[in-house]
């Protein structure tokens, strides 16, 4: 891994192996401001050259080893992981582990062991026997809509997980989810898509952050982008903040300016 920038001396630039506390550093929450601090929404993704966020529906194949270490430290840093149900499916997504790298840091924080994982759905069409609900090291969320159909809700919370209602009719609106989490203590947000409802926190105007991995490959095909669904009026224009590099991976650090 090496520093692109901000440099500032020239051994920054070398290329050389980093610990998890030198990532941790790196990709740290802001600071809160004193009082009630504002939650801050991370977004963490992946994307080919030619905008590729997935390949056969999986987004492992162009994902790398550093990827994957960049990946498990934002989760070690964040209060909760915020996926959408369609991603829970396809990737099979499992509850979030304690890691003893990060126990002490955590604690110190005021965090639970482990992330909670938020999963986002207005139909509640979850398999509820699966470890992300049956074993869980932090029971599980589920962000939906006022009026999801009672018997999944029931289901839901039989399984373990918590229901929070963040939104009218069926579906979640992306700021009042951001609002119900903070209102749970969760002020360090980490979401990992997909593209849809990555794409619904853009247009909200509520994301703050963009940690996007540049994979070297190209894929074609008609793969999704990191973010989908409706286009705001005006593009927004976020602010680098850092760009590492390992084996010709880009990790990349945008946020509000």
């Known amino acids: 891994m090496r520093r692109l920038f901000p440099v500032t001396d020239e051994t920054a630039a070398q290329a050389r192996e980093w610990s998890l506390a030198e990532l941790a550093a790196a990709y740290a929450y802001p600071r809160p401001p004193a009082g ?3 939650p801050w929404l991370r977004a963490n993704m992946v994307s080919t050259l030619d905008g590729a966020a997935q390949h056969e529906g999986h987004s492992q194949p162009i994902s790398s080893a550093a990827d994957m270490r ?8 964040a209060d909760v992981v915020v996926v959408g149900a369609e991603t ?3 990737e099979g997504y499992r509850p979030a582990r304690a890691r003893a790298e990060f126990a002490a840091a955590r604690q ?17 069409e979850l398999d509820f026997s699966l470890p992300l609900f049956a074993s869980p090291l932090v029971p599980t969320l589920i962000l939906t809509g006022a009026a999801a159909a009672p018997d999944r809700v029931a289901a839901a919370e039989k399984a373990g997980a918590q229901v929070v209602v963040a939104g009218e009719g069926m579906g979640v609106d992306p700021a009042r989810a951001v609002s119900a ?4 203590g969760h002020t360090r947000l980490l979401t990992e898509g997909g593209p849809r409802l990555l794409g619904q926190f853009v247009a909200a ?5 963009l940690c996007l991995t540049v994979s070297p ?6 793969a999704q982008r990191i973010a989908g669904g409706p286009s705001v009026a005006v593009p927004r224009r976020f602010s680098l903040l850092s760009l590492l590099e390992e084996d010709g991976f880009l990790f990349s650090r945008y946020g509000r300016p």
Do not use: I, N, W, Y
């Open 36 to 38: 009630a601090p504002r």
């Open 217 to 222: 490959m190209l894929t074609a095909g008609d």
């Open 88 to 90: 829970v499916r396809q």
């Open 181 to 184: 989490l903070a209102g749970l």
């Open 108 to 124: 110190a924080a005021g965090q639970s062991p482990a992330p909670a994982v938020a999963v986002v759905t207005a139909g509640l």
């Open 205 to 209: 105007d509520v994301l703050d952050e």
């Open 70 to 77: 960049v990946f498990g430290t934002l989760r070690a840093l």
